[in-house]
């Protein structure tokens, strides 16, 4: 593991519901020398393979992805919750621990052929990673995944499973 990003990371307990221990990764954010290094690591296993734009689902997504934009020369597009983009959408429903939701794309955000890729703070079951796939993906938009870049993977949670052969890259992984 990275220890100058992990001793970054705090955990909270039973947040936000009793037995689950959240990554909180707000104490990264406020570290500049931190924040670079993250953006810098996420960013580079992609350097090269041409990556149109940069895709982050809300929220945390918005912050990772716009700084790994920036670093790709890439453009960003945010997925987000039901009611949150003014234009026309596209949407998917996804499966969650206990029941479903739904993520939101603006229609005219990709144009097919496009490569993209996704960035999230954390991938832990795949649902969030696997729907923004499929909403952007050829089965949606037409896009091409270059695949997935995240700062930490809870790999006990099984999520990269749902991914399919999607290129996945963790910096850190509990």
Request: aromatic share 6%; no cysteine; net charge neutral.
């Amino acid at each position: 593991m990275l220890p100058e990003l992990t001793r970054l990371i705090r955990d909270i307990p039973d947040f936000p519901k009793p037995g689950i221990v959240f990554k909180d990764v707000t104490p990264l954010l406020a570290d500049p020398a931190g924040l670079a290094l993250a953006v810098e690591l996420m960013a580079n296993p992609f350097r090269g393979h041409r990556v149109d734009v940069v895709v982050g689902p809300e929220s945390r997504g918005f912050i990772f992805g716009t700084a790994v934009a920036t670093a790709l020369s890439a453009g960003f597009v945010p997925v987000r919750k039901p009611g949150k983009l003014p234009g026309k959408t596209r949407s998917i429903e996804y499966a969650l621990e206990y029941g479903t939701d739904h993520l939101h794309v603006h229609v005219d955000a990709v144009q097919p052929g496009m490569r993209v890729l996704l960035v999230d703070d954390l991938l832990a079951t795949g649902g969030t990673l696997a729907a923004s796939a499929k909403l952007l993906g050829r089965e949606g938009l037409g896009a091409e995944i270059v695949g997935a870049s995240v700062l930490i993977e809870l790999g006990f949670l099984g999520g990269r499973a749902h991914l399919g052969d999607m290129r996945v890259e963790a910096l850190l992984k509990y």
